[in-house]
């Protein structure tokens, strides 16, 4: 076990001491004392980049993994639960989503600035005084989840989901808890460290899932029971170890005031609210509404569950794209953020046209194969009654998501140039635009495997309304978004893959591998072909590849 870092050692400063005399040798005495002072502040900058470089590569890592045994964990779930405990549990976990997402992302960014903003002899005391912060709300939240619990459940009409949804409140307490102490690490720029913590949660929690749900739907038929309650205990274990790694800082002067974080973190949560409410919006109401309508046909309302673990089925590759280009808002923003505080209004429409461009090849290129090879990609992976259910839906959700992945873009791009105000209107209206389609197309409806596809088409629209307004004010405020000739060049490309892929014949799942290669291939040459991928796109990537490996 490698052991933590004295907390008062400051994390831009804690290079080997062998790098450091290898990057700033012993000056001659009769050196110039600025070029010695440049030489010494050249060291350090390149020392930084280089600790940061490797750092980024272990988050980003953290991250693909992340998303690798989230799409296993996916996979096993729907078959040790079945489709309809799937629909169920995801279910419970969409909801809970909506509260511990945002926990986590105010909890790491809030308590991560406050220990990066201060100076290093502060850190400890900054460090104490954010977790008393964050501490001070994890167990109302907790108890808030509680007792709200069964009120949702009955919103939902899943009175069955009452009991697992209050087990979600131990989630909602422990994230409370650790999610800070990764806010440290990040603080201290011990990126490793925090890509370390987040392996070890994403392989506990999907180990802990899968066993549970197995282990409590073999010898007590509830899954969904089984599932949640691991994952309280997971979570449980995570904070006990980063509170044994991380440590709670010492008592003293340092970091912003109670106040100053407060005001922070509030339009931080206000828009992770409404974020994780438009990612899952459709998902809840797919289940109020299915279940309503199995209701009215004197059907359990259990009847629903099934629908909906086809409709998560569809999602897990229709989140693809969005999760993919988080990378690109990585590097976007900062880059952004330096721009506009310098006034360069040329470096920052530079900055959009090519953040924007590169966001609409890569999701292109994701989105041709899932939307060309639906029912394939949903035989590859899930078993009956899923393909079945959600192949039309996902042919068209996948379409909706793919401008949602831009829709993200475009908030962090706003996000980047001080309009925190217009990204938190523009998401909120696309809650409300997804909600109202939602209730128009669905509501009411009779029950059956078409209210899949009436949620896909009603969520699609109301993302792409909400991604071409988010457009609009990128434009007003940014003054660029994208080349029209990237936006057609590539809307082609993705049009022609699409028809190729649904005119495969299905062959086997060995074959649907085949046939995604071929179809994002054939995007690709598309692109090259009317010259939107060109030998200078070549050029940038093995220089970033190359840089890596310098490093």
């Not at 926990?103 to 005391?125: C, F, K, L, N, Y």
């Not at 709300?137 to 919103?155: D, E, H, S, T, Y």
């Not at 003293?252 to 992770?272: C, D, K, N």
């Not at 998902?283 to 009215?296: E, G, I, P, V």
Request: proline share 5%.
């Amino acid at each position: 076990m490698v052991e933590p870092r004295d907390e008062t050692e400051s994390p831009s400063a804690a290079a080997p001491a062998a790098d450091r005399a290898a990057c700033a040798p012993e000056p001659s005495p009769d050196a110039p004392q600025t070029a010695v002072a440049a030489s010494v502040e050249h060291c350090g900058q390149t020392d930084l980049a280089r600790r940061a470089g490797r750092g980024g590569l272990a988050v980003a890592f953290a991250k693909i993994y992340f998303m690798l045994t989230g799409l296993v964990q996916q996979i096993l779930l729907a078959r040790v639960m079945g489709i309809g405990g799937y629909g169920a549990l995801s279910n419970v976990l969409s909801i809970a989503s909506i509260a511990y997402n945002p926990v986590t992302t105010t909890s790491i960014q809030g308590v991560s600035r406050a220990v990066a903003q201060s100076p290093d002899a502060e850190q400890p005391a900054a460090t104490r005084r954010a977790l008393k912060v964050h501490f001070a709300f994890a167990l109302p939240l907790g108890l808030g989840f509680l007792v709200a619990a069964a009120p949702i459940g009955r919103a939902i009409n899943a009175p069955h989901l009452v009991g697992p949804l209050q087990l979600v409140s131990g989630i909602m307490l422990f994230y409370g808890l650790y999610t800070p102490l990764i806010g440290v690490l990040n603080g201290q720029k011990r990126f490793v460290y925090q890509a370390g913590f987040d392996i070890l949660a994403a392989t506990l929690r999907t180990v802990g899932l899968v066993a549970g749900a197995w282990y409590f739907t073999k010898h007590f038929s509830s899954g969904v029971a089984g599932a949640t309650g691991a994952f309280v205990v997971v979570s449980g274990l995570m904070f006990v170890a980063a509170l044994s790694f991380v440590g709670l800082g010492r008592a003293g002067v340092g970091g912003p005031s109670v106040r100053q974080h407060l005001l922070f973190l509030l339009p931080l949560a206000i828009g992770q609210v409404l974020l994780n409410l438009l990612l899952q919006a459709d998902l809840t109401l797919l289940r109020t509404f299915a279940a309503d309508a199995a209701a009215r046909q004197g059907l359990p309302l259990m009847a629903a569950d099934p629908l909906v673990g086809a409709y998560r089925a569809t999602q897990l590759f229709c989140f693809l794209p969005y999760q993919l280009l988080l990378a690109i808002t990585f590097v976007l923003f900062p880059l952004l953020a330096t721009a506009w505080r310098d006034g360069d209004a040329e470096a920052v429409k530079r900055y959009v046209r090519t953040g924007v461009r590169l966001a609409l090849v890569i999701a292109g290129g994701m989105v041709s194969v899932t939307a060309g090879l639906s029912g394939p990609l949903l035989r590859l992976v899930f078993p009956a009654p899923a393909p079945e259910l959600g192949t039309e839906a996902m042919e068209l959700l996948t379409l909706g998501f793919g401008a949602f992945a831009i829709f993200g873009i475009f908030t962090t791009i706003l996000n980047s140039l001080k309009r925190e105000r217009a990204s938190m209107v523009v998401t909120a209206l696309g809650v409300a635009l997804v909600a109202l389609l939602c209730w128009l197309r669905v509501h009411g409806q009779p029950f059956g495997a078409h209210l899949l596809l009436r949620t896909a088409t009603a969520t699609s629209a109301g993302l792409l309304l909400a991604t071409l307004a988010a457009a609009a004010l990128v434009k007003s405020t940014a003054g660029a978004v994208a080349p029209v000739s990237t936006v057609v060049r590539v809307l082609g490309a993705l049009a022609i893959a699409v028809v190729l892929g649904r005119s495969l014949p299905y062959s086997g799942k060995l074959m649907t591998l085949v046939y995604s290669a071929l179809v994002g291939g054939v995007y690709v040459v598309l692109l090259v072909v009317t010259r939107e991928l060109t030998a200078a796109d070549v050029g940038m990537v093995r220089a970033v590849v190359s840089s890596k490996k310098a490093k």
